[in-house]
């Protein structure tokens, strides 16, 4: 394993750094002021997004772009560090089409889509001139088990009728989000795990409605984390997703790339707020002292470098790994970055946070903004407990092979 940035990747991250600090920086606060303002999207989103490609600073993500898609083909390993620098500014990885959640969408759609789908919905969301959803968790059942959702994808002739309830779902607020990647079942009578499909389904499709805006931590995002209800909508029996029965093992493609996306992210924001804590601890004075020369401030930012360099390692492994073998194979550890980095994220955030006081609770600092999401990131994509879960019961498995062998180190030997 060789972590180490090679040229092409440190010269990518000169340039999405040099891009980030002359053109998305400085509009941060214009961005706040519009969205609070209701002006969504920013009215220089699509300047910026045209500039960023034009740089060639565009779909990043995604390692296997064919010679006619728009990009550049990265490697998972390649694009974290990227990914990192882009978290530093919640709404930067739009300006490059790395977004959430249009980045599992399109690598569904890229590995999954027969031509027509490609044509009709993949190509505009790699230009980025349309936005996506992904519509799987639901208000009635522990959405954390996929298997459990109740959403009906029922055969009506040459038609699919979807009938369901669905929240937070990301981005269905977005006005350019033209497009539902739906989760349901088409046959409950199915093996458990080839119960659920996937479709697709045009935001405009009647049935289709936009219950409410969920605030998250009381925090509204433009984009939306909305609840949705889907009424007898009938699209064509054309739009399934790959194979009736499939939705399990979709949902299971697109949520490792995710996941580490969103832990690559969080790194770059936990990056962040240690930089802040470290500038605030030196220009600030309390009882006579510089706030880095209390102790305990000290501490927190030793221990928050530490911690960064850890989770950024494993997270760096876990790209490596996926390139390598793949998410299957890479499961336990996307799984353990997925329970470690959120909470990494709030940690870091909420040290820096306090040394700040009351400054960092307001909008003067992105502090409250990355805090909130990283706490909200310890349920997307899997509560921290099904992956802590998850994570031992692949090392009980893995134990198996070599029941006995740690017996031997045992000062008293194991009774029969």
């Known amino acids: 394993m060789n972590f180490g940035y090679s040229q092409k990747v440190e010269t990518l991250r000169q340039r999405v750094s040099a891009f980030m600090h ?23 989103m699509e300047e910026l997004k045209t500039k960023a490609k034009s740089e060639g600073l565009w779909n990043l993500f995604l390692p296997h772009l064919k010679t006619d898609e728009p990009g ?16 530093r500014i919640s709404w930067a990885p739009e300006v490059f089409n790395c977004n959430a959640p249009d980045t599992g969408n399109m690598e569904l759609l890229h590995m999954f889509a027969t031509p027509a789908q490609r044509e009709q919905w993949l190509a505009p969301l790699l230009e ?12 009635d059942v522990p959405s954390s088990d996929a298997t459990n959702i109740t959403t009906s994808i029922r055969r009506d002739g040459d038609d699919y009728v979807i009938n369901g309830r669905k929240w937070f779902i990301t981005n269905a607020a977005h ?6 990647i739906v989760m349901g079942k088409t046959n409950p009578d199915a093996e458990t795990h080839q119960q659920q499909s996937m479709i697709l389904v045009p935001a405009e499709t009647p049935g289709v409605k936009v219950i409410r805006n969920i605030p998250v931590m009381n925090h509204i995002s433009p984009e939306g984390h909305c609840e949705m209800t889907f ?26 790339p995710g996941r580490i996306h969103h832990c690559m992210r969080s790194i770059g924001a936990a990056e962040l707020a240690l930089e802040l804590m470290i500038a605030r601890s030196q220009e600030r004075k309390t009882f006579g002292k510089y706030l880095h020369q209390h102790g305990t401030i000290g501490e927190w930012i030793a221990k928050s470098r530490i911690e960064i360099d850890q989770a950024r390692l494993l997270v760096l492994k876990t790209a490596w790994l996926i390139d390598e073998v793949g998410a299957k ?5 996307i799984s353990m970055i ?22 960092g609770l307001s909008p003067d600092t992105p502090l409250a903004d990355h805090w909130t999401w990283g706490r909200a990131l310890r349920y997307a994509d899997g509560p921290d407990e099904v992956h802590l879960q998850a994570i031992a019961r692949m090392e009980l498995a893995q134990s198996k092979e070599t029941l006995g062998a740690a017996a031997a180190y045992l000062t008293v030997p194991p009774r029969d």
């Not at 002359?22 to 220089?44: K, M, N, T, Y």
């Open 22 to 44: 002359e053109h998305i920086v400085p509009r941060h606060g214009q961005w706040l002021d519009e969205v609070h303002a209701g002006h969504f999207p920013a009215s220089f």
């Open 329 to 333: 194979a890479a499961r336990k550890e």
């Open 175 to 180: 006005p350019n989000c033209k497009i539902f």
């Open 338 to 359: 997925k329970a470690l980095v959120p909470q990494l994220h709030t940690t870091v955030c909420d040290r820096a946070m306090q040394v700040f006081g009351a400054m």
């Open 128 to 139: 980025g001139t349309i936005r996506s959803a992904f519509a799987m968790t639901e208000p």
């Open 72 to 87: 550049t083909a990265l490697t998972n390993l390649e694009y974290a560090p990227l990914a990192e620098i882009m978290g």
């Open 231 to 256: 009424t007898n909508v009938r699209v064509p029996a054309t739009n399934l997703l790959g194979e009736e029965g499939s939705g399990f093992a979709l949902a299971q493609a697109r949520l490792g």
